[in-house]
Protein backbone atom coordinates (compact mmCIF):
# COMPACT_ATOMS: atom_id res chain seq x y z
CA UNK A 1 0.00 0.00 0.00
CA UNK A 2 1.30 3.37 -0.78
CA UNK A 3 1.34 6.26 1.94
CA UNK A 4 0.92 9.48 1.89
CA UNK A 5 2.21 12.85 3.05
CA UNK A 6 -1.21 13.98 3.09
CA UNK A 7 -1.36 11.95 5.89
CA UNK A 8 1.06 13.81 7.78
CA UNK A 9 -0.43 17.32 6.80
CA UNK A 10 -3.88 16.38 8.68
CA UNK A 11 -1.66 16.46 12.06
CA UNK A 12 -0.13 20.22 11.36
CA UNK A 13 -2.62 21.54 13.35
CA UNK A 14 -1.65 19.83 16.28
CA UNK A 15 1.58 21.17 16.43
CA UNK A 16 1.56 24.61 15.74
CA UNK A 17 3.80 26.00 18.53
CA UNK A 18 6.47 24.69 16.59
CA UNK A 19 5.23 26.11 13.07
CA UNK A 20 4.72 29.25 14.67
CA UNK A 21 8.53 28.64 16.59
CA UNK A 22 10.36 27.27 13.29
CA UNK A 23 8.70 30.39 10.92
CA UNK A 24 11.13 32.05 13.05
CA UNK A 25 13.73 30.36 12.27
CA UNK A 26 13.19 30.53 8.64
CA UNK A 27 11.91 26.11 8.66
CA UNK A 28 15.68 25.44 8.27
CA UNK A 29 16.00 22.08 7.65
CA UNK A 30 16.32 20.63 11.29
CA UNK A 31 13.61 22.28 12.38
CA UNK A 32 11.53 20.23 9.50
CA UNK A 33 13.20 17.12 10.17
CA UNK A 34 12.10 17.49 13.89
CA UNK A 35 8.36 18.22 12.66
CA UNK A 36 8.48 15.09 11.01
CA UNK A 37 9.94 13.42 13.74
CA UNK A 38 6.37 14.73 15.77
CA UNK A 39 4.36 13.76 12.70
CA UNK A 40 5.40 10.13 12.52
CA UNK A 41 5.53 10.19 16.21
CA UNK A 42 1.64 10.79 16.43
CA UNK A 43 0.49 6.58 15.93
CA UNK A 44 1.71 5.73 12.62
CA UNK A 45 4.57 2.89 11.53
CA UNK A 46 7.33 3.86 9.66
CA UNK A 47 7.63 2.73 5.87
CA UNK A 48 10.13 0.48 5.39
CA UNK A 49 10.92 0.70 1.09
CA UNK A 50 14.09 2.50 0.27
CA UNK A 51 13.99 4.67 -2.41
CA UNK A 52 16.61 6.15 -4.60
CA UNK A 53 16.08 9.65 -5.33
CA UNK A 54 19.20 10.71 -6.96
CA UNK A 55 17.96 7.59 -9.84
CA UNK A 56 15.51 10.57 -10.50
CA UNK A 57 17.82 13.32 -11.40
CA UNK A 58 17.59 14.30 -14.81
CA UNK A 59 20.56 17.44 -14.76
CA UNK A 60 18.11 20.18 -14.00
CA UNK A 61 15.12 18.35 -14.07
CA UNK A 62 13.27 15.36 -12.30
CA UNK A 63 12.21 12.22 -14.01
CA UNK A 64 10.39 9.01 -13.53
CA UNK A 65 7.82 6.56 -14.49
CA UNK A 66 4.80 8.02 -12.94
CA UNK A 67 1.84 5.24 -14.91
CA UNK A 68 2.13 1.61 -14.76
CA UNK A 69 1.38 -0.88 -17.84
CA UNK A 70 5.07 -0.52 -19.39
CA UNK A 71 7.06 -4.06 -19.20
CA UNK A 72 10.20 -3.38 -17.98
CA UNK A 73 9.58 0.34 -16.29
CA UNK A 74 8.41 0.12 -12.40
CA UNK A 75 6.47 3.19 -11.09
CA UNK A 76 9.28 5.51 -9.49
CA UNK A 77 7.44 8.51 -8.95
CA UNK A 78 4.88 8.06 -6.80
CA UNK A 79 2.52 10.20 -4.98
CA UNK A 80 4.65 9.29 -1.92
CA UNK A 81 7.99 10.07 -3.65
CA UNK A 82 6.39 13.44 -4.97
CA UNK A 83 5.50 14.32 -1.93
CA UNK A 84 8.87 14.14 -0.54
CA UNK A 85 9.91 16.01 -3.11
CA UNK A 86 7.60 18.73 -3.01
CA UNK A 87 8.41 18.98 0.77
CA UNK A 88 11.94 19.07 -0.15
CA UNK A 89 11.53 22.35 -2.82
CA UNK A 90 9.43 24.17 0.12
CA UNK A 91 12.20 23.52 2.39
CA UNK A 92 14.78 24.54 0.25
CA UNK A 93 12.74 27.16 -0.62
CA UNK A 94 12.01 28.58 2.53
CA UNK A 95 16.36 28.21 3.36
CA UNK A 96 16.66 30.63 0.27
CA UNK A 97 14.00 33.33 1.04
CA UNK A 98 14.61 33.10 4.40
CA UNK A 99 10.84 35.00 5.01
CA UNK A 100 9.81 36.72 8.23
CA UNK A 101 7.72 35.10 10.50
CA UNK A 102 4.50 37.21 9.40
CA UNK A 103 5.22 36.21 5.89
CA UNK A 104 3.36 32.62 4.11
CA UNK A 105 5.62 32.01 1.08
CA UNK A 106 3.66 31.05 -2.28
CA UNK A 107 4.14 28.13 -4.99
CA UNK A 108 2.44 27.93 -8.35
CA UNK A 109 1.68 24.91 -9.87
CA UNK A 110 1.41 23.67 -13.52
CA UNK A 111 1.30 20.60 -15.51
CA UNK A 112 1.26 19.41 -18.81
CA UNK A 113 -1.09 16.88 -20.64
CA UNK A 114 0.27 13.67 -18.67
CA UNK A 115 -2.48 11.39 -17.68
CA UNK A 116 -0.37 11.32 -14.19
CA UNK A 117 -0.51 15.28 -13.92
CA UNK A 118 -3.93 15.62 -11.70
CA UNK A 119 -2.89 13.09 -9.43
CA UNK A 120 0.78 14.62 -9.02
CA UNK A 121 -0.25 17.88 -9.09
CA UNK A 122 -2.59 16.80 -5.40
CA UNK A 123 0.48 15.01 -4.31
CA UNK A 124 2.69 18.18 -5.12
CA UNK A 125 0.11 20.09 -3.28
CA UNK A 126 0.08 18.11 0.01
CA UNK A 127 4.10 18.61 -0.18
CA UNK A 128 3.83 22.11 -0.12
CA UNK A 129 1.19 23.15 2.27
CA UNK A 130 2.00 20.16 4.46
CA UNK A 131 5.44 22.75 5.03
CA UNK A 132 3.55 25.71 5.85
CA UNK A 133 3.32 27.65 2.24
CA UNK A 134 0.71 28.78 0.05
CA UNK A 135 -0.32 26.57 -2.93
CA UNK A 136 -1.55 28.30 -6.17
CA UNK A 137 -2.98 25.82 -9.05
CA UNK A 138 -2.61 26.92 -12.91
CA UNK A 139 -4.02 23.58 -13.74
CA UNK A 140 -2.62 22.93 -17.68
CA UNK A 141 0.18 25.35 -18.45
CA UNK A 142 3.29 25.73 -20.02
CA UNK A 143 6.47 25.57 -18.60
CA UNK A 144 7.56 29.17 -19.59
CA UNK A 145 4.57 30.61 -18.12
CA UNK A 146 5.15 28.62 -15.16
CA UNK A 147 9.18 30.78 -14.70
CA UNK A 148 6.78 34.22 -15.62
CA UNK A 149 4.48 33.66 -12.75
CA UNK A 150 7.67 34.62 -10.13
CA UNK A 151 8.39 37.99 -11.86
CA UNK A 152 4.60 38.91 -12.81
CA UNK A 153 3.60 41.87 -11.15
CA UNK A 154 -0.44 41.26 -9.88
CA UNK A 155 -1.68 40.71 -6.68
CA UNK A 156 -5.15 39.37 -8.26
CA UNK A 157 -3.45 36.63 -9.81
CA UNK A 158 -1.88 36.19 -6.27
CA UNK A 159 1.57 37.01 -8.36
CA UNK A 160 4.20 37.41 -7.97
CA UNK A 161 4.98 33.67 -6.39
CA UNK A 162 8.28 32.97 -4.53
CA UNK A 163 8.61 29.36 -6.03
CA UNK A 164 7.30 27.57 -8.81
CA UNK A 165 7.08 23.68 -10.49
CA UNK A 166 5.77 22.89 -13.42
CA UNK A 167 4.78 19.18 -13.87
CA UNK A 168 6.02 17.75 -16.98
CA UNK A 169 8.67 15.73 -18.72
CA UNK A 170 8.73 16.82 -22.11
CA UNK A 171 8.53 14.63 -25.03
CA UNK A 172 8.76 11.20 -22.94
CA UNK A 173 6.67 8.66 -23.39
CA UNK A 174 2.90 8.60 -21.81
CA UNK A 175 3.89 6.90 -18.89
CA UNK A 176 6.83 9.34 -17.60
CA UNK A 177 6.69 12.89 -15.60
CA UNK A 178 8.58 14.87 -13.99
CA UNK A 179 9.01 18.57 -11.97
CA UNK A 180 10.87 21.64 -13.43
CA UNK A 181 11.27 24.07 -10.36
CA UNK A 182 11.88 27.96 -10.88
CA UNK A 183 12.47 30.96 -8.50
CA UNK A 184 12.16 34.41 -9.77
CA UNK A 185 16.31 34.10 -10.28
CA UNK A 186 15.19 31.58 -12.95
CA UNK A 187 15.55 27.76 -13.39
CA UNK A 188 17.04 25.57 -10.94
CA UNK A 189 20.39 24.13 -11.68
CA UNK A 190 21.77 20.81 -10.94
CA UNK A 191 23.32 21.62 -7.81
CA UNK A 192 19.63 22.45 -6.52
CA UNK A 193 18.01 19.39 -7.38
CA UNK A 194 20.74 17.60 -5.62
CA UNK A 195 20.10 18.92 -2.49
CA UNK A 196 16.05 18.85 -3.15
CA UNK A 197 16.34 15.39 -3.62
CA UNK A 198 18.59 14.83 -0.54
CA UNK A 199 16.07 16.45 1.11
CA UNK A 200 13.11 14.56 -0.17
CA UNK A 201 15.38 11.41 0.54
CA UNK A 202 15.32 12.27 4.45
CA UNK A 203 11.66 13.22 4.56
CA UNK A 204 10.90 10.08 3.27
CA UNK A 205 12.75 7.92 5.56
CA UNK A 206 11.52 9.91 8.27
CA UNK A 207 7.88 10.34 7.63
CA UNK A 208 6.99 7.61 4.75
CA UNK A 209 4.15 6.41 7.01
CA UNK A 210 1.20 4.74 6.74
CA UNK A 211 -1.64 5.87 8.64
CA UNK A 212 -3.63 3.08 11.04
CA UNK A 213 -7.17 2.87 10.48
CA UNK A 214 -8.00 5.17 7.28
CA UNK A 215 -6.65 5.84 4.23
CA UNK A 216 -8.22 8.88 2.76
CA UNK A 217 -5.71 11.87 2.04
CA UNK A 218 -5.65 14.91 4.15
CA UNK A 219 -7.58 17.78 2.40
CA UNK A 220 -5.53 20.38 1.30
CA UNK A 221 -6.39 24.42 0.99
CA UNK A 222 -5.31 25.81 -2.69
CA UNK A 223 -6.02 28.87 -4.61
CA UNK A 224 -6.97 27.53 -8.48
CA UNK A 225 -5.43 30.76 -10.79
CA UNK A 226 -5.89 31.29 -14.68
CA UNK A 227 -2.78 32.92 -15.20
CA UNK A 228 -2.44 31.37 -18.88
CA UNK A 229 -4.48 34.53 -19.46
CA UNK A 230 -1.68 36.85 -18.32
CA UNK A 231 1.24 35.19 -20.12
CA UNK A 232 -0.84 35.14 -23.00
CA UNK A 233 -1.86 38.48 -23.18
CA UNK A 234 2.12 39.85 -22.86
CA UNK A 235 2.71 37.38 -25.83
CA UNK A 236 -0.09 39.91 -27.73
CA UNK A 237 1.05 42.74 -26.65
CA UNK A 238 4.83 42.39 -27.67
CA UNK A 239 3.19 41.33 -31.08
CA UNK A 240 0.86 44.77 -31.14
CA UNK A 241 4.43 46.73 -30.08
CA UNK A 242 6.82 45.08 -32.84
CA UNK A 243 3.91 46.46 -35.41
CA UNK A 244 3.59 49.93 -33.79
CA UNK A 245 0.83 49.02 -31.74
CA UNK A 246 -1.49 48.15 -34.61
CA UNK A 247 -4.34 46.09 -32.94
CA UNK A 248 -4.57 43.07 -35.75
CA UNK A 249 -1.41 43.01 -37.11
CA UNK A 250 -1.77 39.87 -38.34
CA UNK A 251 -4.97 40.46 -40.06
CA UNK A 252 -4.62 38.26 -43.33
CA UNK A 253 -1.88 35.97 -42.48
CA UNK A 254 -3.03 32.10 -42.36
CA UNK A 255 -1.06 30.48 -39.28
CA UNK A 256 -1.76 27.31 -38.24
CA UNK A 257 -0.32 25.60 -34.80
CA UNK A 258 0.28 21.82 -33.78
CA UNK A 259 0.29 21.44 -30.59
CA UNK A 260 0.44 17.57 -30.64
CA UNK A 261 -2.19 17.26 -27.88
CA UNK A 262 0.50 18.84 -25.39
CA UNK A 263 0.05 22.26 -23.61
CA UNK A 264 0.70 24.49 -26.59
CA UNK A 265 -3.08 23.98 -27.51
CA UNK A 266 -3.82 27.83 -26.19
CA UNK A 267 -1.95 29.78 -28.86
CA UNK A 268 -4.37 29.49 -31.92
CA UNK A 269 -7.26 31.00 -29.61
CA UNK A 270 -5.19 33.34 -27.14
CA UNK A 271 -2.35 34.38 -29.17
CA UNK A 272 -2.93 34.51 -33.03
CA UNK A 273 -6.57 34.90 -33.26
CA UNK A 274 -6.82 38.08 -30.99
CA UNK A 275 -3.36 39.26 -33.21
CA UNK A 276 -5.92 39.00 -36.60
CA UNK A 277 -4.42 35.79 -37.73
CA UNK A 278 -6.85 33.35 -39.36
CA UNK A 279 -5.98 29.80 -38.13
CA UNK A 280 -8.46 27.16 -39.77
CA UNK A 281 -6.56 23.67 -39.87
CA UNK A 282 -4.28 24.36 -36.60
CA UNK A 283 -4.47 20.25 -35.00
CA UNK A 284 -4.76 18.39 -31.93
CA UNK A 285 -4.78 21.36 -30.13
CA UNK A 286 -6.80 19.51 -27.14
CA UNK A 287 -4.93 18.10 -24.59
CA UNK A 288 -4.03 14.06 -24.84
CA UNK A 289 -1.76 12.36 -22.36
CA UNK A 290 -1.54 9.36 -24.20
CA UNK A 291 -0.17 11.67 -27.59
CA UNK A 292 -2.30 9.71 -30.18
CA UNK A 293 -1.52 11.38 -33.44
CA UNK A 294 2.66 12.21 -32.95
CA UNK A 295 5.12 13.00 -30.30
CA UNK A 296 4.98 16.38 -29.39
CA UNK A 297 8.76 17.03 -30.44
CA UNK A 298 9.89 19.76 -32.68
CA UNK A 299 12.97 17.06 -33.64
CA UNK A 300 10.54 14.61 -34.64
CA UNK A 301 10.15 13.32 -38.33
CA UNK A 302 7.01 12.34 -37.85
CA UNK A 303 6.20 15.41 -35.79
CA UNK A 304 7.14 17.91 -38.23
CA UNK A 305 5.92 15.74 -41.27
CA UNK A 306 2.50 16.40 -39.57
CA UNK A 307 3.04 20.39 -39.38
CA UNK A 308 4.54 20.29 -43.31
CA UNK A 309 1.37 18.58 -43.98
CA UNK A 310 -1.41 20.53 -42.96
CA UNK A 311 0.51 23.95 -43.84
CA UNK A 312 0.78 22.87 -47.56
CA UNK A 313 -3.00 21.58 -47.21
CA UNK A 314 -4.30 24.13 -45.72
CA UNK A 315 -2.33 26.74 -47.96
CA UNK A 316 -1.57 28.60 -44.92
CA UNK A 317 1.53 31.08 -44.71
CA UNK A 318 3.39 29.86 -41.55
CA UNK A 319 3.21 26.28 -39.30
CA UNK A 320 4.42 26.60 -35.70
CA UNK A 321 4.83 23.46 -33.97
CA UNK A 322 5.60 22.85 -29.85
CA UNK A 323 6.54 19.93 -27.67
CA UNK A 324 4.57 19.07 -24.67
CA UNK A 325 5.23 21.74 -22.47
CA UNK A 326 6.20 24.13 -25.02
CA UNK A 327 9.30 25.37 -24.22
CA UNK A 328 10.58 24.19 -27.60
CA UNK A 329 9.35 25.21 -30.78
CA UNK A 330 9.43 25.15 -34.50
CA UNK A 331 8.14 26.35 -37.22
CA UNK A 332 7.17 25.49 -41.13
CA UNK A 333 7.16 28.18 -44.11
CA UNK A 334 4.56 28.22 -46.72
CA UNK A 335 6.60 26.13 -49.08
CA UNK A 336 6.89 22.99 -46.68
CA UNK A 337 10.33 24.52 -45.77
CA UNK A 338 11.11 22.98 -42.27
CA UNK A 339 12.65 26.03 -39.55
CA UNK A 340 13.96 23.81 -37.05
CA UNK A 341 17.00 22.55 -35.75
CA UNK A 342 19.65 24.98 -37.68
CA UNK A 343 17.58 26.88 -39.80
CA UNK A 344 16.07 27.65 -36.67
CA UNK A 345 18.96 28.93 -35.41
CA UNK A 346 19.82 30.96 -38.39
CA UNK A 347 16.78 32.52 -38.74
CA UNK A 348 16.19 33.10 -35.05
CA UNK A 349 20.54 34.52 -35.24
CA UNK A 350 19.63 36.81 -38.40
CA UNK A 351 16.44 38.38 -36.68
CA UNK A 352 18.98 38.89 -32.75
CA UNK A 353 21.59 40.13 -35.05
CA UNK A 354 19.61 42.92 -37.20
CA UNK A 355 18.41 44.41 -33.48
CA UNK A 356 22.40 43.62 -31.72
CA UNK A 357 24.77 43.61 -34.61
CA UNK A 358 27.95 41.52 -33.55
CA UNK A 359 26.56 40.15 -30.75
CA UNK A 360 27.55 35.74 -30.14
CA UNK A 361 25.24 33.27 -30.99
CA UNK A 362 25.97 30.56 -28.10
CA UNK A 363 25.06 27.01 -29.46
CA UNK A 364 24.92 23.65 -28.63
CA UNK A 365 27.93 21.08 -29.98
CA UNK A 366 26.14 19.61 -32.86
CA UNK A 367 25.55 22.53 -34.58
CA UNK A 368 26.77 22.92 -38.48
CA UNK A 369 30.11 24.24 -39.74
CA UNK A 370 27.72 25.38 -42.38
CA UNK A 371 25.80 27.55 -39.38
CA UNK A 372 28.97 28.98 -38.03
CA UNK A 373 30.08 30.46 -41.23
CA UNK A 374 26.69 31.71 -41.82
CA UNK A 375 26.62 33.46 -38.43
CA UNK A 376 30.17 34.85 -39.06
CA UNK A 377 30.50 35.74 -42.16
CA UNK A 378 27.11 36.69 -43.54
CA UNK A 379 25.57 38.11 -40.52
CA UNK A 380 28.87 39.14 -39.09
CA UNK A 381 27.80 37.95 -35.53
CA UNK A 382 30.30 35.43 -33.42
CA UNK A 383 29.40 31.79 -32.91
CA UNK A 384 30.47 30.04 -29.56
CA UNK A 385 29.79 26.44 -29.82
CA UNK A 386 28.89 25.01 -26.30
CA UNK A 387 28.28 21.44 -25.03
CA UNK A 388 24.85 19.54 -25.32
CA UNK A 389 21.99 20.73 -22.62
CA UNK A 390 19.49 23.81 -22.79
CA UNK A 391 20.76 25.04 -19.43
CA UNK A 392 24.57 24.34 -20.20
CA UNK A 393 23.87 26.46 -23.23
CA UNK A 394 21.86 29.46 -21.48
CA UNK A 395 24.31 29.43 -18.67
CA UNK A 396 27.11 29.51 -21.32
CA UNK A 397 25.33 32.72 -22.42
CA UNK A 398 24.95 34.06 -18.92
CA UNK A 399 28.65 33.88 -18.05
CA UNK A 400 29.85 35.29 -21.48
CA UNK A 401 27.89 38.54 -20.71
CA UNK A 402 29.58 38.39 -16.59
CA UNK A 403 33.27 38.43 -18.37
CA UNK A 404 32.18 41.35 -20.86
CA UNK A 405 31.15 39.39 -24.23
CA UNK A 406 27.96 40.31 -25.10
CA UNK A 407 25.41 37.63 -26.25
CA UNK A 408 21.50 37.69 -26.58
CA UNK A 409 20.82 34.12 -27.68
CA UNK A 410 21.76 31.03 -26.43
CA UNK A 411 19.67 28.27 -28.79
CA UNK A 412 19.95 24.84 -29.35
CA UNK A 413 19.04 22.64 -32.06
CA UNK A 414 16.26 20.58 -30.09
CA UNK A 415 14.83 24.05 -30.28
CA UNK A 416 14.95 25.09 -27.01
CA UNK A 417 15.63 29.14 -27.60
CA UNK A 418 16.48 31.56 -24.96
CA UNK A 419 17.12 35.67 -24.79
CA UNK A 420 18.63 37.70 -22.83
CA UNK A 421 15.38 40.18 -23.12
CA UNK A 422 13.43 37.38 -22.17
CA UNK A 423 15.24 36.76 -18.67
CA UNK A 424 17.04 33.96 -20.12
CA UNK A 425 14.03 31.83 -20.19
CA UNK A 426 13.69 29.03 -23.04
CA UNK A 427 10.29 29.81 -24.58
CA UNK A 428 8.64 27.91 -27.27
CA UNK A 429 6.26 30.43 -27.42
CA UNK A 430 8.06 33.48 -27.20
CA UNK A 431 10.50 32.30 -29.86
CA UNK A 432 7.53 31.98 -32.20
CA UNK A 433 6.44 35.60 -31.24
CA UNK A 434 10.31 36.87 -32.86
CA UNK A 435 9.23 35.59 -35.58
CA UNK A 436 5.27 36.86 -35.67
CA UNK A 437 6.95 40.14 -34.68
CA UNK A 438 8.63 40.17 -37.92
CA UNK A 439 6.07 39.18 -39.95
CA UNK A 440 3.86 42.00 -38.57
CA UNK A 441 6.46 44.59 -39.02
CA UNK A 442 6.91 43.80 -42.27
CA UNK A 443 3.51 44.26 -43.12
CA UNK A 444 3.18 47.13 -41.24
CA UNK A 445 5.92 48.59 -43.60
CA UNK A 446 4.32 47.59 -46.73
CA UNK A 447 6.21 44.61 -47.33
CA UNK A 448 4.62 41.54 -48.66
CA UNK A 449 5.17 37.72 -49.01
CA UNK A 450 4.17 35.94 -46.19
CA UNK A 451 6.74 33.84 -44.16
CA UNK A 452 9.08 34.66 -47.27
CA UNK A 453 9.84 37.57 -44.98
CA UNK A 454 11.35 34.48 -42.94
CA UNK A 455 12.84 32.01 -45.31
CA UNK A 456 14.79 35.22 -46.85
CA UNK A 457 16.66 35.67 -43.79
CA UNK A 458 18.20 32.26 -44.17
CA UNK A 459 19.27 32.91 -47.27
CA UNK A 460 22.52 31.86 -48.25
CA UNK A 461 22.84 29.04 -44.88
CA UNK A 462 25.25 25.62 -46.61
CA UNK A 463 23.49 22.96 -45.63
CA UNK A 464 24.91 19.42 -45.62
CA UNK A 465 23.69 16.18 -48.22
CA UNK A 466 23.65 14.13 -44.85
CA UNK A 467 23.30 14.93 -41.30
CA UNK A 468 22.85 11.27 -39.19
CA UNK A 469 22.79 11.12 -35.66
CA UNK A 470 23.86 7.29 -34.46
CA UNK A 471 24.15 6.14 -30.76
CA UNK A 472 26.57 3.77 -29.83
CA UNK A 473 25.24 2.02 -26.74
CA UNK A 474 27.53 1.01 -23.52
CA UNK A 475 27.63 -2.37 -22.28
CA UNK A 476 27.37 -1.52 -18.25
CA UNK A 477 27.75 -4.97 -17.39
CA UNK A 478 30.63 -5.95 -19.75
CA UNK A 479 33.57 -7.22 -17.97
CA UNK A 480 35.97 -4.61 -19.95
CA UNK A 481 34.61 -2.11 -17.68
CA UNK A 482 36.27 -4.10 -14.68
CA UNK A 483 33.68 -2.66 -12.05
CA UNK A 484 34.84 1.39 -13.54
CA UNK A 485 31.39 3.56 -14.70
CA UNK A 486 30.53 3.74 -17.98
CA UNK A 487 31.93 7.36 -18.16
CA UNK A 488 35.07 6.69 -17.67
CA UNK A 489 34.92 3.65 -20.24
CA UNK A 490 33.32 6.61 -22.72
CA UNK A 491 36.13 8.97 -21.74
CA UNK A 492 38.85 6.51 -22.63
CA UNK A 493 37.33 5.64 -26.14
CA UNK A 494 37.17 9.65 -27.11
CA UNK A 495 40.67 9.71 -25.91
CA UNK A 496 41.69 7.19 -27.85
CA UNK A 497 39.76 8.11 -30.96
CA UNK A 498 41.18 11.74 -30.54
CA UNK A 499 45.49 10.62 -30.65
CA UNK A 500 43.89 8.37 -33.76
CA UNK A 501 42.54 11.64 -35.30
CA UNK A 502 45.51 13.94 -34.44
CA UNK A 503 47.61 11.29 -36.45
CA UNK A 504 45.55 11.09 -39.82
CA UNK A 505 45.87 13.94 -42.01
CA UNK A 506 43.43 13.96 -43.77
CA UNK A 507 41.52 15.02 -40.61
CA UNK A 508 41.75 18.09 -38.49
CA UNK A 509 40.81 18.18 -35.00
CA UNK A 510 38.41 20.99 -34.31
CA UNK A 511 40.66 23.82 -32.31
CA UNK A 512 38.05 24.91 -29.70
CA UNK A 513 35.80 22.61 -28.21
CA UNK A 514 34.24 21.68 -25.30
CA UNK A 515 32.78 18.09 -25.68
CA UNK A 516 33.58 14.94 -26.70
CA UNK A 517 35.75 15.12 -29.81
CA UNK A 518 35.12 17.11 -32.80
CA UNK A 519 36.74 16.46 -36.15
CA UNK A 520 36.67 18.00 -40.09
CA UNK A 521 37.40 15.77 -42.93
CA UNK A 522 35.65 14.80 -46.46
CA UNK A 523 34.68 17.48 -46.77
CA UNK A 524 32.51 17.37 -43.44
CA UNK A 525 32.72 16.23 -40.00
CA UNK A 526 32.09 13.83 -36.91
CA UNK A 527 31.27 14.53 -33.53
CA UNK A 528 31.23 11.68 -30.53
CA UNK A 529 30.51 12.90 -27.15
CA UNK A 530 28.84 11.22 -23.74
CA UNK A 531 24.96 11.55 -23.00
CA UNK A 532 24.46 13.76 -20.63
CA UNK A 533 22.70 10.81 -18.05
CA UNK A 534 22.90 7.41 -20.08
CA UNK A 535 25.83 4.93 -21.22
CA UNK A 536 25.38 6.39 -24.90
CA UNK A 537 27.93 7.45 -26.93
CA UNK A 538 25.87 9.73 -29.75
CA UNK A 539 27.97 10.34 -32.94
CA UNK A 540 26.52 13.06 -35.29
CA UNK A 541 27.90 12.90 -38.81
CA UNK A 542 27.53 15.47 -41.25
CA UNK A 543 28.89 15.55 -45.32
CA UNK A 544 28.19 16.68 -48.69
CA UNK A 545 27.91 13.34 -49.89
CA UNK A 546 26.74 9.70 -48.71
CA UNK A 547 30.51 8.60 -49.52
CA UNK A 548 32.21 11.19 -47.35
CA UNK A 549 29.63 10.16 -44.53
CA UNK A 550 30.69 6.50 -44.45
CA UNK A 551 34.06 7.74 -44.48
CA UNK A 552 33.91 9.62 -41.24
CA UNK A 553 31.76 6.65 -40.04
CA UNK A 554 34.17 4.03 -40.80
CA UNK A 555 37.07 6.06 -38.93
CA UNK A 556 35.01 5.94 -35.89
CA UNK A 557 34.02 2.35 -36.35
CA UNK A 558 37.31 0.90 -36.89
CA UNK A 559 38.18 2.58 -33.19
CA UNK A 560 34.84 1.63 -31.71
CA UNK A 561 35.56 -1.60 -32.66
CA UNK A 562 39.20 -1.73 -30.13
CA UNK A 563 36.32 -1.43 -27.19
CA UNK A 564 34.62 -4.73 -26.15
CA UNK A 565 31.71 -2.95 -24.32
CA UNK A 566 30.32 -0.76 -27.39
CA UNK A 567 27.45 -1.55 -29.25
CA UNK A 568 28.26 -0.51 -32.68
CA UNK A 569 25.56 -2.18 -34.41
CA UNK A 570 23.57 0.90 -35.31
CA UNK A 571 27.18 2.33 -37.16
CA UNK A 572 27.45 -0.85 -38.62
CA UNK A 573 23.86 -0.57 -40.19
CA UNK A 574 25.16 2.77 -41.16
CA UNK A 575 28.24 2.26 -43.39
CA UNK A 576 27.03 -0.71 -44.66
CA UNK A 577 23.45 -0.19 -45.61
CA UNK A 578 24.95 3.48 -47.25
Given at each position: ???????????????????????????QWSVLDSYYTAVSSSGAALFAEKVDFYKLQNGSDIRGVAVAGVEGEPVTLTESVTEAIAAGFAAWL?????????????????????????????????????????????????????????????????????????????????????????????????????????????????????????????????????????????????????????????????????????????????????????????????????????????????????????????????????????????????????????????????????????????????????????????????????????????????????????????????????????????????????????????????????????????????????????????????????????????????????????????????????????????????????????????????????????????????????????????????????
Amino acid sequence: MDWHLGHAIAYTSKISPWFLESRKSFLQWSVLDSYYTAVSSSGAALFAEKVDFYKLQNGSDIRGVAVAGVEGEPVTLTESVTEAIAAGFAAWLLEKKKPSASKRLRVSIGHDSRISAQTLQDAVSRGISGAGLDVIQYGLASTPAMFNSTITEDEEFCCPVDGSIMITASHLPYNRNGFKFFTNAGGLGKPDIKDILTRAASIYEKVAVECIGHSEKAPVTVKRVDYMSIYTSNLVKAVRKAAGNIEKPLEGFHIIVDAGNGAGGFFPGMVLEPLGALTVGSQFLDPDGLFPNHIPNPEDKAAMKAITQAVLENKADLGIIFDTDVDRSAAVDSTGCELNRNRLIALMAAIVLEQHPGTTIVTDSVTSDGLTTFIEKKLGGKHHRFKRGYKNVIDEAIRLNSIGVESHLAIETSGHGALKENHWLDDGAYLMVKLLNKLASARASGVGGGSKVLTDLVEGLEEPAVAVELRIKIDQNHPDLKGGSFREYGEAMIKHLENKADSDPKLQKAPVNYEGVRVSGCGGWFLLRLSLHDPVLPLNIEAPSTEDAVKLGLFVLSTAKEFSALDTSALEKFVQSS
